[in-house]
C-alpha cells in the first residue's frame, strides 16, 4: 500500500521480485514443479494429495525455504493450475451479476495460474505465482513468496533462520489456520460474500510488498517479525493490481509479528500461536484529511493433526482474530458513523480423509462487531454480523501416486454447499429490501486440476 519510501526503493524491490520470481513463489497448492523437485508424490507434503493443507514435512519444506530435492539434477521450476466450476445461489442475485454472467447457475473458469516453484542450492528457494482471473478477465501477480535460509546454532540449539520477501501478511505462514491458506482453499468469486472483514482476511493481499525475518527453535518453537508497506502505482499497476482497492494504502510500515509453538507426537502433532498486525491506511488512498486509519489485529489460531498411518488422516484449525479500528481518517470523510469500531472473527473446521485420496470437511465461520449505520450502510441493522457453515467433499485420485499422464497431473474434484444463518447483520430481511440470509445459500462444484 503506500509507502513513504526512499526514492527508488520500489525500483530495488522491484527488481529482486523480477529477477527471483523465476524460481520462487509461496506455497499455495501442491505444486507439481515441487513433486518433481523432491521425488515424492503430493500427499508427502499435503493431507488430502493436494495443496495447501499441509503435512509436517510440507511445513519443513517451506521452512527450509523450498530447497530439499531428489538428487542434483535440475528440474523444471514451472507449474500451470485452472480452477472451474458451476455455482448455484438458493435466490437469483439481488444485484447485477458480473459481465458475461447471469443473476444464477453459472459456469466459470475461476482462475488459470503459472507458478515458478522451487529451490536453488541450500539457501534460497521460494514460490510466485501470476494469474488469470476468470471472472474479472484481467491478469495480475498472485502469491508470492522469496526466502533466503539457514541453520545456526544458539544456546546450543538448533535454529533455522530466515528471511521472506512476500506479497501478503500470513501468506508466508506454514500453518492452514492463516486466512491467507485457510479453509475452503478454493472458492469462486460469483460467490455472494458478506461485506465485513478483518484487515488481516486479505484486505492487503497484492496489493503491499513485505519484508520478514523467522526463526524455528529446535523444530518446536516458530517466532517472525516484519514490516509491510505499499510500492508505487507505477509498481502496482505493472503486476496488475489496483494500488486503491482493498484496505487502501500503508502510512509509512505496517509491523507484523508471529508466534507459535508445534509438538509432535509420532502419528500426531498440534501447533497453538498469536499473531498481530498494525497497519495505519489511508482509505481508498485519500489522504485529504491529512489523517489515516489505524488497525490492530490480533488473534489467536491452533491446529490438532493425526497421520495415522497415511491410511485415515483427521485435522482440526480453528482462528479467531479481534480488530480494533481507529477510523479517524473515514470518520473525516463521513464514510463511518463512529472513530472507533471493533471487529472480530471466528473459524473453526475439521477435516477428515480416507486413504490420503477422499475427503470430508466442515468450517463454522461468524464475523461479528460494532454497530455502525454508515460503514455497513448496507446492512438494515448497521452491523457487521455474519455466520455460517461450510460443507465441502472432495477427491484427489493422483495425490498419492504419479498418474499415467506423469508426475506433474494432478486433479481435485469437489462439492461445496455454504448456509448462511446471517448475512450483513440479520438473518431475515437483512438489507431492508426483503432478501434474507438464506437466499445467499451457495452450492459450487469445482474441477482443480494441476500440471
Known amino acids: 500500500m503506500s509507502i513513504t519510501q526512499r526514492p527508488g526503493a520500489s525500483g530495488f524491490v522491484a527488481a529482486i521480485a523480477g529477477g527471483l520470481m523465476i ?6 497448492l501442491a505444486v507439481p514443479s515441487f513433486a518433481v523437485q523432491t521425488g515424492m508424490p503430493c500427499s508427502a507434503c499435503h493431507v488430502g494429495g493436494f495443496g495447501p493443507q499441509l503435512t509436517p514435512l510440507g511445513r519443513q519444506f517451506k521452512l527450509e525455504g523450498y530447497t530439499m530435492r531428489a538428487g542434483d539434477s535440475f528440474t523444471v521450476p514451472f507449474s500451470a493450475m485452472a480452477v472451474a466450476s458451476f455455482l448455484h445461489t438458493q435466490s437469483d442475485r439481488a444485484e447485477p451479476p458480473a459481465p458475461h454472467y447471469g443473476v444464477n447457475d453459472n459456469v466459470t473458469l475461476d482462475q488459470v495460474s503459472l507458478f515458478a516453484a522451487g529451490g536453488i542450492g541450500d539457501h534460497f528457494g521460494g514460490f510466485s505465482q501470476f494469474t488469470y482471473d476468470g471472472v474479472g478477465r484481467a491478469f495480475s501477480w498472485d502469491n508470492l513468496d522469496l526466502r533466503a535460509v539457514d541453520h545456526v546454532s544458539i544456546g546450543g540449539s538448533d535454529v533455522l533462520i530466515g528471511a521472506s520477501l512476500n506479497n501478503a501478511p500470513g501468506v508466508q505462514d506454514i500453518w492452514n489456520t492463516m486466512p491467507a491458506w485457510g479453509f475452503p482453499y478454493t472458492d469462486s468469486d460469483l460467490a455472494p460474500a458478506p461485506a465485513a472483514g478483518t484487515i488481516m482476511a486479505g484486505a492487503l493481499a497484492q496489493s503491499t510488498l ?35 482497492e482493498g484496505g487502501g494504502r500503508i502510512a509509512g510500515a505496517a509491523p507484523y509479528l508471529r508466534i507459535a509453538y508445534q509438538k509432535d507426537y509420532g502419528d500426531q502433532n498440534f501447533q497453538f500461536g498469536a499473531f498481530g ?21 490480533i488473534g489467536l489460531d491452533g491446529t490438532y493433526q493425526f497421520m495415522g498411518t497415511g491410511e485415515n488422516i483427521y485435522e482440526i484449525q480453528a482462528i479467531f ?53 454508515v460503514l455497513y450502510g448496507g446492512s438494515l441493522t448497521g452491523t ?27 486433479l481435485r474434484v469437489g462439492i461445496q454447499y455454504r448456509i448462511y444463518a446471517k448475512f450483513d447483520g440479520a438473518s431475515t430481511n437483512y438489507d431492508g429490501l426483503g432478501h434474507n440470509a438464506s437466499d445467499n445459500n451457495t452450492l459450487r462444484i469445482f474441477a482443480w486440476l494441476a500440471l
Do not use: C, K
Open 23 to 28: 524460481f520462487a513463489s509461496t506455497q499455495a
Open 277 to 297: 498486525l498494525f497497519p495505519s491506511l489511508y482509505p481508498g488512498g485519500d489522504r485529504s484529511t491529512g489523517m489515516s486509519d489505524r488497525y490492530a489485529d
Open 384 to 410: 457487521p454480523n455474519s455466520s455460517g457453515v461450510l460443507f465441502q467433499i472432495d477427491g484427489t485420485p493422483f495425490g498419492n501416486e504419479p498418474s499415467s499422464l506423469g508426475p506433474r497431473f494432478n
Open 321 to 373: 482474530t479481534h480488530e480494533r479500528q481507529s477510523l479517524d481518517a473515514t470518520y473525516a470523510l463521513e464514510g463511518s458513523a463512529n472513530a472507533h469500531n471493533t471487529l472480530n472473527d471466528f473459524r473453526l473446521d475439521g477435516s477428515y480423509y480416507w486413504h490420503n485420496e477422499i475427503g470430508g470437511s466442515v468450517q463454522y465461520f461468524n464475523t461479528w462487531g460494532s454497530t455502525d449505520a
Open 210 to 244: 513485505g519484508v520478514s525475518a523467522y526463526a524455528w527453535w529446535d523444530n518446536s518453537i516458530y517466532t517472525e517479525a516484519g514490516l509491510y508497506w505499499t510500492p508505487t502505482h507505477g509498481f502496482l499497476r505493472a503486476m496488475g493490481a489496483d494500488p486503491d
